[in-house]
Structures are given as C-alpha cells and as structure tokens.
C-alpha cells in the first residue's frame, strides 16, 4: 500500500489522479524492487556498523573514498568473525564441561 501523496509534492496532480480520493493504493511493484525491500536487511546492517567507527576523511583524491570504504568493511568483517569464533568457543567449552 501506498500513501496519498502531499499537495506540495512537486508531482502531486499527477498522483493525485491515480489515488483519486482515497487515502492509499494497491501499487504494483516489480519482482527486483520487492526482494530489495524484503532481502535488505544485510545491507542495512553493514551500514549500520560502518556508521559507527568510520574511517573517512575528506580528501581530494578520487580513489580514497573506495579505500576508506574498503578498510572500514575489512574492520567491520573482521570483527564479526571474531565474534563469531568467540561465540563457537563459548559454546565448545561449555559443551565439554
């Protein structure tokens, strides 16, 4: 379902037209834009943890960006496999005991 787009919108009448004067709509969506929405859950997550410790400075390169985009990715893999293998020796040592 779709909202009812504001009067303000630089696009309204057109809207306005299809939504006529209910207060939302039944959109059809493409196949793509639906597993994005529904699947996006990972990239929202990697971004959430880059936009805690970034490394991005401002630079005049055009090469950097990628760079500090890279590393801050590394550091963030890094760490969740660390995490991860800390959370499989937890479990093996207690299971042995």
């Given at each position: 379902?779709?909202?009812?787009p504001?009067?303000?919108s630089s696009n309204g009448?057109?809207i306005?037209?299809?939504?006529?004067?209910a207060p939302?709509?039944?959109?059809?969506?493409?196949?793509?834009?639906?597993?994005?929405?529904?699947?996006m859950?990972?990239?929202?997550?990697?971004?959430?943890y880059r936009?805690?410790?970034?490394?991005?400075?401002?630079?005049c390169?055009?090469?950097?960006?990628?760079?500090?985009?890279i590393?801050?990715?590394?550091?963030?893999?890094a760490y969740?496999?660390h995490?991860?293998?800390e959370?499989?020796s937890?479990?093996?040592?207690f299971?042995?005991k």
């Amino acid at each position: 379902m779709s909202r009812d787009p504001r009067i303000t919108s630089s696009n309204g009448k057109a809207i306005q037209e299809y939504f006529q004067d209910a207060p939302s709509a039944a959109v059809d969506i493409s196949k793509i834009i639906d597993d994005y929405n529904n699947h996006m859950n990972g990239v929202d997550m990697s971004d959430q943890y880059r936009s805690y410790y970034s490394t991005q400075l401002p630079v005049c390169r055009t090469w950097m960006p990628l760079f500090f985009w890279i590393l801050d990715t590394t550091i963030i893999n890094a760490y969740l496999i660390h995490q991860h293998k800390e959370e499989r020796s937890h479990t093996r040592s207690f299971e042995s005991k």
